[in-house]
């Protein structure tokens, strides 16, 4: 199956996600775990409304959801309260969807604001080895992202390093979730040669740890590290790139999810687009 999918939001909750997911033709979805920019605790669904949500997903054969952790927090900072609150968020949000069987949890790696890449790079490392534990079914996705400031994983070695720091015991449950707008803005071909772009980051991360693809158009010329989206096919990556990306042979099983600034109706025309473009095998 062709998992496509969009952003929601989690108002009327869980299940009310996977039915709106399937009312505009998605067949996975993505949600903010809190509010994406303050500190709000926020709060879990009720054991109800999450075995309800599984039902949805296993009765129309759809994706596990990807979980997005909020934009506050920040992992690399220099500051050690916000790294603790950063770690303990994660790791509140990680044990709850181990509920939902395949659920996948996104963060951007966060900025180091000065103190170098290395020292940041050091604390996302150590604060995934501390918050993860072995068995864990839940993936830890990585984000591409366009490199604006001292945002870390501008590059796929960046990613690479974080991923190779964490601790062997966990670090099989690392990924990457790879943002076609970031990657652009940050200097990646990806317009123009997105077979090329896989092949780099099969050489510096390898392919079996892209778990999940963030399918947005830029409104930014390649390399302007601003990370602004658009709308499929009103940006600066053509609408063929995105063609080849969910047809290349190392993602038929990868869920993609639009983060574009559209309401649902926008969400349901570019969700039939892409399925329109999808080929069979």
């Known amino acids: 199956m062709f998992y496509i999918g969009c952003h929601l939001s989690v108002t009327g909750g869980y299940a009310e996600m996977g039915r709106r997911a399937l009312s505009i033709g998605a067949t996975t979805f993505q949600f903010f775990t809190k509010n994406p920019r303050g500190r709000s605790s926020g709060s879990f669904p009720s054991s109800e409304d999450t075995a309800e949500l599984i039902r949805i997903l296993n009765d129309n054969g759809m994706h596990a959801p990807l979980a997005h952790a909020p934009y506050i927090y920040n992992p690399s900072s220099k500051d050690e ?5 950063t770690a303990e968020a994660m790791g509140e949000e990680l044990r709850f ?4 069987p395949g659920a996948m949890y996104n963060f951007h790696p966060g900025c180091h604001v000065g103190q170098g890449a290395g020292a940041g790079i050091k604390y996302i490392s150590d604060m995934l080895s501390r918050i993860m534990w072995r068995g864990m079914t839940t993936k830890v996705l990585l984000e591409t992202m366009a490199g604006k400031g001292t945002e870390l994983g501008r590059n796929f070695e960046e990613l690479a390093a974080i991923i190779d720091a964490v ?13 076609t707008c970031h ?3 940050g200097g990646y071909p990806i317009a123009e040669d997105p077979a090329g772009v896989l092949e780099e980051f099969d050489r510096v991360i390898g392919l079996d740890r892209l778990c999940a693809v963030h399918m947005n158009d830029s409104m930014n010329q390649v390399g302007a590290k601003k990370d602004r989206h658009a709308r499929i096919g009103e940006g600066h990556i053509p609408v063929s790139a995105m063609e080849a990306l969910i047809n290349h042979p190392a993602l038929r099983d990868v869920p993609f999810y639009l983060e574009t600034p559209c309401d649902l109706d926008g969400y349901a025309g570019e969700i039939a687009l892409l399925k329109s473009l999808r080929r069979e095998a």
């Not at 309260?81 to 609150?85: A, M, Q, S, T, V």
């Not at 969807?97 to 939902?100: H, V």
């Not at 601790?167 to 943002?179: A, E, I, M, T, Y």
């Open 81 to 85: 309260k916000i790294r603790e609150y």
């Open 167 to 179: 601790d062997g015991s966990v670090r099989d449950s690392v990924g990457v979730c790879l943002d």
């Open 97 to 100: 969807l181990e509920n939902i």
């Open 183 to 185: 990657v652009h803005d």
